[in-house]
């Protein structure tokens, strides 16, 4: 994969030149690649005069980072209490059915990543689950795979 | 915007904006909170955009997008203004006859109204509903009236009158004074006066402070922060305003979950525009006062919440808890005096500024003053976000605006306080809901997530659940906490898979006691309390899965069997085709079998079962 570095020089403009901003370049860069580059890091370092055992420490203390590649499509199932009470267990064995992922996986074909969260603020209407920041909500174990396969047509779509 | 734009430029402001809007005119407004997007409100308010164009009566009526109204459950929700006809369940392909119906008719579609699950009765206006009829919304009054995106919405509902009020009329030391009579307790949970920490900041010499906005609302189970800045964003901002003359800080911080996209979106919006009308800034309104606000991100850590750990992230360092004291007041942000608050306490200062602290004295009990937001969600008829002044019993909560428990289940107990509160049994539902007696029965208010739990839930199940939040959530600093708590884990896990032995019990409430002694931050302090409480009032399921090896609700995988009832069984085939391990058998038509040997319990089988021939035993 080659990164475009011009990207998280903007990013790091955006932010700011301090400590201060550590976390929100850091936010803005998964967000623009979906994990964290080892170059964007490097730069981060550099830029913010930040050395890069405080970047790491950082990426592994918050859950929301990631230092491996992960999917295209990112699948959310929420696993906050409302969400547990309405099942929402029997999503995550459905997903790992569908697409042999378990949470924290990412399918071979670098297509799409499962993850848990634990609250998404969407109780009422649980369980809930999302893909790319798309809220599916009042979800069974029916509607996993016909959610799933939406994303995968829209590559083959997309690639025609 | 401009440097002379004053408190009567506001007013002037106000005026006109009133002027030119007409309350008779038809308003339809739509849900745009989180709830109603993830059921495609979005795809609603665009057909209906449509359906105004096409059918020509732009001139007719207008269409607002709100926040969220609170009633999740029943979404996509829509509001016919002036007469509030109340629309549930709306998909785009209703557009068309709501306008043709109910705008260009003035007709109803009778469909889409809302029934009452007690009655049976369908309800014409949202007023009518008793989900809402039986609430006091003073803080969620706006949110589903204004326009989130917009500043005239707020200000066309007396907004920004507070501060203005405050600027002109008042000292700091008199809007400090008025909150302190208020005896505004802090809504995050523990409910410490918010005037004492406003008193503490304000007092310690310093050249620079800094007030937090705390919406880094991580309790699983609770959004009503979301809903407050989804819906009303710019409340928070005056809220942070009059704190911020009450105690001189100059620069104020947000702190909000990076898993609340659309209210990051809303709150960031309403800074600009407050920017450029000359609410935030240099000279506010024209005075002498100076005031800026920052949005920062959270990054997906509970620990956060701890005002210590939230402060060490703004920072742009781990979110570690650290000893108190110095507590905040004195030494917290960059080393400078720093106040925390909860978002929803923000969003009472300039409710208590414009109609004064005897106002707010006169909602809730003496010492419980106001309202507080629940969300009331779990196994209960009507699930969202629910405000009601203090003091109110649980079982007028949950019975009369949660309509009860669905499918005509029993109500075993409700979790209040998230993973830090506890189980409240039925027998206890006619307990007050305030600080004090839900401190006494073992639980805390928190940040007043309500979770509903039928007779289908585990209360040891619910134990574990939240150990495992707690043990992945802990941020390994004190032994106590990162390592007790997974021991707790592993035993009460150990319990519901069947392996529990006597005595079990009695050395998690040693160990509880281990590690709420041994913990720095009420993370720690707190995570034992589900254990506690469940322990307290449910010990016999606790005995009948050690003692029996038998999970009472049903729930625990490694003690229960799924079993076809035939009777019920018409062999529809679908069990079979989503069974994971194919343990179902049988023909098409004809009663299906399970296959206990290859049965992994996983539920889907009865998940998908439209006969409700797929039992537990």
Request: negative net charge; hydrophobic residues 35%.
């Amino acid at each position: 994969m080659t990164l475009d570095i011009t990207n998280v020089e903007t990013i790091i403009d955006r932010h700011g030149k301090d400590e201060k901003a550590l976390i929100q370049a850091m936010l803005a860069v998964q967000e623009e690649f979906h994990y964290l580059p080892e170059e964007a890091l490097k730069l981060l370092s550099e830029k913010l005069s930040v050395p890069m055992i405080r970047i790491y420490q950082v990426a592994a203390f918050y859950k929301v980072f990631s230092l491996d590649p992960r999917g295209k499509h990112i699948i959310t199932v929420c696993k906050g209490t409302a969400c547990h009470v309405r099942g929402s267990n029997m999503l995550v064995d459905q997903v790992d059915r569908v697409l042999k992922i378990r949470p924290g996986e990412t399918t071979q074909d670098l297509e799409f990543t499962l993850e848990e969260v634990n609250c998404l603020g969407c109780c009422a209407i649980g369980p809930v689950m999302t893909v790319d920041n798309k809220y599916y909500g009042n979800m069974s174990v029916s509607k996993v795979e016909r959610m799933i396969n939406k994303y995968i047509e829209k590559e083959v779509v997309a690639n025609d | 915007m401009t440097e002379t734009f004053t408190a009567v430029d506001l007013e002037t402001r106000r005026k006109k904006i009133l002027s030119e809007r007409d309350e008779s005119k038809p308003c339809i407004m739509v849900c745009g909170g989180t709830g109603c997007l993830a059921l495609e409100s979005d795809l609603v308010a665009e057909a209906l955009r449509k359906a105004i164009q096409d059918q020509g009566v732009d001139a007719k009526v207008e269409l607002k997008t709100t926040g969220c109204p609170g009633f999740c459950e029943q979404g996509p929700l829509l509001v016919v203004h002036p007469e509030k006809i109340f629309y549930t369940h709306v998909k785009a392909k209703d557009a068309k006859e709501i306008i043709s119906e109910t705008i260009v008719n003035g007709k109803i579609v009778e469909r889409l109204l809302y029934t009452d699950p007690i009655t049976g009765k369908k309800i014409l206006h949202e007023n009518e509903v008793p989900f809402y009829k039986e609430q006091t919304r003073i803080l969620l009054k706006n949110s589903g009236i204004i326009d989130p995106e917009k500043i005239e919405d707020y200000l066309a509902v007396d907004g920004y009158k507070a501060i203005s009020k405050a600027l002109l009329e008042m000292t700091p030391e008199q809007v400090l004074e008025e909150v302190k009579k208020a005896n505004l307790r802090g809504r995050g949970g523990a409910g410490f006066p918010a005037a004492i920490k406003w008193e503490l900041c304000r007092k310690v010499e310093s050249d620079q402070r800094y007030i937090v906005c705390n919406a880094d609302e991580g309790d699983p189970g609770a959004f009503q922060d979301r809903g407050i800045i989804e819906g009303n964003p710019h409340s928070i901002l005056e809220g942070m305003l009059l704190g911020a003359y009450a105690m001189g800080a100059s620069k104020g911080y947000i702190y909000i979950r990076h898993e609340y996209p659309l209210a990051v979106k809303m709150i960031k919006k309403a800074i600009v525009q407050a920017r450029d009308l000359g609410l935030l800034g240099d000279n506010i309104l024209s005075t002498d006062f100076s005031f800026d606000i920052e949005v920062q991100l959270g990054a997906g850590a509970f620990v956060c919440g701890e005002e210590t750990a939230l402060l060490a992230s703004i920072e742009g360092r781990v979110g570690e808890p650290r000893t108190r004291p110095p507590y905040p007041a004195e030494s917290g942000l960059w080393g400078k005096p720093t106040n925390i608050n909860n978002t929803k306490t923000w969003a009472w200062v300039p409710h208590i500024i414009t109609n004064g602290a005897d106002w707010f004295a006169g909602i809730g009990n003496d010492k419980n003053r106001g309202t507080t937001i629940f969300s009331v969600v779990g196994k209960v008829n009507n699930t969202g976000l629910v405000e009601v002044p203090m003091g109110i019993s649980l079982r007028h909560l949950i019975e009369h605006i949660g309509g009860g428990v669905p499918k005509g289940k029993k109500i075993k107990a409700v979790q209040t306080g998230g993973p830090s509160g506890g189980c409240i049994p039925e027998r206890l539902f006619d307990l007050s809901v305030d600080y004090d007696s839900l401190k006494e029965a073992g639980s805390i208010m928190g940040s007043g997530g309500l979770i509903v739990m039928d007779e289908d839930t585990c209360m040891v199940d619910v134990a574990r659940y939240f150990l495992d939040f707690c043990k992945f959530e802990s941020c390994g600093k004190c032994s106590a906490c990162r390592e007790g708590v997974r021991r707790m884990y592993e035993i009460v896990d150990y319990i519901t898979r069947g392996y529990g032995e006597e005595g079990d019990i009695e050395f998690l409430e040693e160990l509880a006691q281990s590690i709420k002694i041994g913990s720095l931050c009420g993370l720690g302090q707190t995570a034992p309390n589900p254990v506690l409480t469940t322990i307290r009032y449910f010990r016999e399921e606790y005995e009948a899965h050690i003692r029996d090896k038998q999970c009472p609700a049903g729930v625990c995988k490694s003690l229960i069997l799924f079993e076809i009832v035939v009777d019920n069984c018409p062999g529809c085939t679908l069990c079979a085709k989503y069974c994971p391990v194919e343990a179902i058998s049988g023909e098409k038509g004809k009663p299906h079998v399970i296959d206990e040997s290859i049965c992994i319990r996983c539920g889907v089988c009865r998940d998908v079962c439209n006969f409700n021939a797929v039992v537990v035993r």
